[in-house]
């Protein structure tokens, strides 16, 4: 096993600790998910949350798809929970620029907050990345949490997901 596997195994510490995991999107990338059973981003990762409320902080709105953890990581092996950390920015660059807009502290340039103070910004996320395009099956969406105007385009899905309106 690489060096870099070890490291990431241990940077999961919380994933193992929730049985949900979830993902906030639109309308049309629901459809879009349900019909062709994969999701997919054109950003070099699709980000998830341990904490449905995370995002709403962050000012994201729309549909709130529940994932059981479980399933969706059997499908996917390179789930990576992200910590707004140093260290784990510098183990990884990619989804540091993914996540914070820079791959490397040198990058970042700011005189209010320094790297470290600006990474930890992020920390409430509780943000986990998968690659950019997985399948899913059946068995992978918990639960379905929509807008009540959303009702007539996820009508279709009703017999096959267990769909909450709000």
């Known amino acids: 096993m690489k060096l870099k596997d070890l490291l990431r195994e241990n940077y999961n510490n919380y994933l193992d600790e929730n049985k949900y995991i979830h993902r906030w999107q639109d309308i049309n990338s629901t459809i879009k998910l349900l019909k062709?059973?994969?999701?997919s981003t054109t950003?070099?990762?699709i980000s998830l949350t341990?904490?449905?409320?995370?995002?709403k902080s962050a000012g994201f709105s729309?549909?709130?798809?529940?994932?059981?953890?479980?399933?969706?990581?059997k499908n996917n092996s390179k789930m990576q929970e992200v910590y707004y950390e140093e260290h784990f920015m510098k183990l990884f660059p990619n989804i540091s620029r993914y996540v914070?807009?820079?791959?490397?502290?040198?990058?970042?340039?700011d005189d209010e907050?320094?790297?470290?103070?600006?990474i930890e910004?992020?920390?409430d996320e509780q943000e986990v990345v998968?690659?950019?395009?997985?399948?899913i099956d059946d068995n992978s969406i918990v639960l379905i949490t929509a807008k009540n105007s959303d009702k007539n385009n996820l009508k279709q899905f009703e017999n096959k997901y267990k769909i909450k309106y709000q």
Request: aromatic residues 14%; proline residues 6%.
């Open 62 to 73: 729309g549909i709130l798809i529940t994932f059981d953890r479980n399933n969706l990581q």
């Open 121 to 123: 910004t992020f920390e």
């Open 50 to 55: 341990l904490d449905p409320d995370s995002a």
């Open 36 to 39: 062709n059973k994969r999701l």
């Open 43 to 45: 950003k070099p990762f």
């Open 100 to 109: 914070t807009g820079y791959r490397k502290k040198e990058d970042y340039d």
């Open 130 to 135: 998968i690659p950019k395009s997985i399948k």
């Open 113 to 118: 907050l320094n790297w470290e103070q600006y």
